[in-house]
């Protein structure tokens, strides 16, 4: 079946734009995350979707980064007055959760660059 | 909350060697462990994983062992192939209570032909 996907792949913004990354994660799973990961670093959570309840925000680097899914479904990160800081690629995973191993299956990534 | 740390940061052996990476934990409440493997340019992807029920697993060159006492784990590669070469990423989680995953930084592993 179809994977996680994410749109765009890549994104170039100037510096004080906002931006928004789409996520559609795999039909079925309730649980839903976004990581970040800068230039040959690794994985940095930034939120956890887990179906109706409250999105896990703890991750986010600050106020700018906020997410929302709607319909338990596809989500939406949105990075305001973006910073070239904020350049990386933006992974999205979903996972199936119902008290069994909890297999994240990552998209393909969207690969920001802030000018 | 929980922090995980992975060594080394790069690796390199031999085709035909084996290739271990080590990681700990500081959240005793964790009990699901999986690793990644992430090929350059490409989404990182389960390998193996290991619940805090069990102390090893194997499949095929692949095993992963838990010592829960000591809050680490390990992932050993046996006979390396060349393909195997890219970035290993471990996590831990605790499943029942926070949902957090935190991953550790990462091992870039070479494996010469």
């Known amino acids: 079946g179809a994977g996680v996907s994410q749109s765009p792949s890549n994104k170039v913004t100037e510096k004080g734009k906002d931006v928004e990354l789409r996520c559609d994660p795999i039909s079925g799973h309730t649980a839903l995350y976004w990581y970040r990961q800068s230039l040959g670093q690794g994985l940095e959570f930034l939120i956890y979707?887990?179906?109706?309840?409250?999105?896990?925000k703890s991750g986010l680097p600050s106020d700018r980064f906020s997410a929302e899914r709607t319909g338990g479904s596809v989500s939406t990160l949105t990075i305001q007055r973006t910073q070239q800081e904020d350049s990386a690629v933006y992974l999205c995973a979903s996972s199936w959760t119902r008290g069994l191993a909890d297999t994240q299956y990552f998209g393909p990534g969207t690969r920001l660059t802030v000018l | 909350g929980e922090n995980v740390e992975q060594h080394p940061s790069t690796l390199s052996v031999q085709e035909g060697d084996s290739a271990v990476i080590k990681c700990t934990y500081s959240d005793s409440a964790s009990n699901y462990f999986p690793w990644y493997k992430q090929e350059l340019g490409k989404r990182p992807q389960l390998i193996i994983d290991i619940r805090s029920n069990v102390g090893e697993k194997k499949d095929q060159r692949i095993a992963v062992t838990l010592n829960k006492t000591a809050k680490h784990f390990s992932l050993h590669i046996t006979e390396t192939q060349p393909e195997d070469s890219a970035v290993y990423f471990c996590a831990a989680r605790d499943w029942g209570g926070n949902n957090d995953m935190r991953f550790g930084a990462g091992t870039r592993l070479t494996v010469k032909p």
């Open positions: 979707f887990q179906g109706n309840s409250a999105p896990d």
